[in-house]
């Protein structure tokens, strides 16, 4: 059984940054590719980044420059640092853990004067 636990959402100005964590627990963290996706409200759960086993990334062209993953193979841990934030980032986001069905339970953001 595998928990993907996420944390750090919250309320943030336009142009502020904000970090996301995803802890794993019960399986080999380190031999998954890892990814982000977040989901507005009344859109579909959309890509955002990802980082495969071996530090490959790939990130959404929307947040390309601005968003950050990294990975803590250590701590089981999955990073989304987010900066220069627009209102259009407000979502709730999700960790996957990728080729299988796990998702995290989701942590919002809400980018907001």
């Known amino acids: 059984q595998v928990q993907l636990v996420e944390s750090g959402g919250g309320l943030v100005q336009p142009g502020g940054p904000l970090k996301l964590s995803c802890a794993a627990s019960g399986r080999i963290f380190s031999i998954y590719t890892m990814g982000w996706y977040r989901q507005a409200p009344g859109k579909l759960r959309e890509f955002v980044a990802l980082i495969a086993s071996g530090g490959t990334t790939n990130y959404a062209d929307s947040v390309k420059g601005r968003f950050t993953i990294i990975r803590d193979n250590a701590k089981k841990t999955v990073y989304l640092h987010m900066t220069n934030l627009e209102p259009k980032d407000t979502a709730v986001y999700y960790c996957?853990?990728?080729?299988?069905?796990?998702w995290g339970q989701g942590t919002q953001v809400t980018v907001s004067a």
């Open positions: 996957h853990m990728a080729g299988t069905g796990y």
